[in-house]
């Protein structure tokens, strides 16, 4: 048999090399923040069980958006928020897990503002689903100091969606894998556990165009709106595949990899939609859109959307872009009836 040749790319090489010559390292400094949090976060998932680390804080603490807070959610934290905050990368941040922005040091800031999930899905944790780490980068204006909690929001409400720089998500599953874009497509990465490195091993992503998977926690259905139920429906007449993992991460890499749609609409008791712009859809739709794909909120784009909030919601529709469209095509067909 012949070798198979091996030159395998390493997360830290294809970070450095993206890099504009000249440029003052700081997105490579939190690109390594990042990994290092990931890798962090992995070794105390793998060795939960034994370390005591499954299920929730013991006074039923919950985090800024109302949720219960797991043992494993506190350290995912901890390890995003000190790499960080001391990686001289970034000039606050912004966390599922904490009420307002945190505000680096003036003299340790840097150009990026960064928000993510630090523990996606972490109600699944304890059955040993495959869970994930979400996070978006926009900018400030180079030179621009963040002085205060007032200023980091007054800040937020002048970004878009479409100002986002990179996005990246991390999935702890059978293997831990880490996806990413910074807009000139999407690549993805494997954690050789043997030697501590992500290997290049999914270059290039691109969503298959038709597959016939849906994606939606249909415990959900009378609270739908009438359009996505029709929807539902149609899907179902017509030989669909169900796949609901219920946790994003896992839900949106399947659908990168194998194609069909990922809902999460909003409903009679989610009027806003369940999951979060700046951690969760935005940093989503922008690998969606960079691997071909197409990510819809209520109105549009998601990128599209502004942003009022820390802890905006948006429901969202994400996935192969004919099935995007054919889910928002009985959308518009509501709409026009509803006009006559
Ligand atoms: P979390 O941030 O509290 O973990 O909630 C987000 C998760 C997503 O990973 C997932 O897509 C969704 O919630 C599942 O919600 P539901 O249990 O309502 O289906
Ligand atoms: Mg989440």
Known sequence: MEAKSLSPVTLTQY?????PPHSRGEFTLMMMAIQTAVKVIEKNIRS????????????????????????LDVIANNAFKSYLMSSTSIAALGSEEEEQMVIVDSDKQGDYLIFFDPLDGSSNIDANVSVGSIWGIWRVPPGTKITSIEQANDFLKTMKGVGIVSAGYAMYGSATNLVLTSGHGVDGFTLDTTIGEFILTHPHISIPRKRRIYSVNEGNYVKWEAWFKEYIEYVKDNKYTARYIGSMVADVHRTLLYGGIFCYPKDAG?????LRFLYEAAPMAMIVEQAGGKAWG??????????????????????????????????????AKSKL
């Not at 970070?15 to 890099?19: G, R, Y």
């Not at 989610?270 to 369940?274: D, S, V, W």
């Not at 784009?301 to 889910?327: A, K, N």
């Open 15 to 19: 970070i450095v090399k993206s890099q």
């Open 48 to 71: 939960a069980g034994m370390q005591g680390l499954f299920g929730y804080l013991s006074d039923n603490h919950a985090n800024a958006t109302g949720d219960s807070q797991a043992k």
């Open 270 to 274: 989610k009027i806003e939609g369940k």
């Open 298 to 335: 209520e109105t549009g784009r998601i990128l599209d959307q502004g942003i009022t909030r820390l802890h905006q919601r948006t429901p969202v529709y994400l996935g192969s872009r004919q099935e995007v469209d054919r889910c928002l095509s009985f959308k518009e067909k509501s709409a």
